[in-house]
């Protein structure tokens, strides 16, 4: 069975984006909600996903990652707003 790859958008509570990957999605957002997942959210739940995008192959999905994160908020949340037209 083939490894599936995510990339996240979550939107936390004080408004703020995060953008992670993963490779567990489930598990990854559980984390997440107790404060186990990344520094930036602890503290910072409940959140909502706003946008996940699934890779075949982990280079891929941590390239796109890179690239979500490098964008400026305004593009972030065109991005949300594209994949939810789709």
Known sequence: MDEQH???????????????????LEHRL????TGKGAKYT????PFEVLYVKK????????QEEYRIKQLPRFEKLKLIEFQ???
Do not use: P, W
């Not at 995510?6 to 993963?22: M, N």
């Not at 559980?30 to 909600?33: N, P």
């Not at 890779?55 to 941590?62: G, L, P, Q, T, V």
């Open 6 to 24: 995510y990339v996240y958008i979550l939107r936390c509570r004080d408004q703020s984006l995060y953008t992670g990957y993963t490779n567990n």
């Open 30 to 33: 559980q984390m997440h909600e």
């Open 42 to 45: 602890r503290g910072r739940g």
């Open 55 to 62: 890779f075949i192959n982990k280079s891929e999905a941590m």
């Open 84 to 86: 939810e037209q789709e």
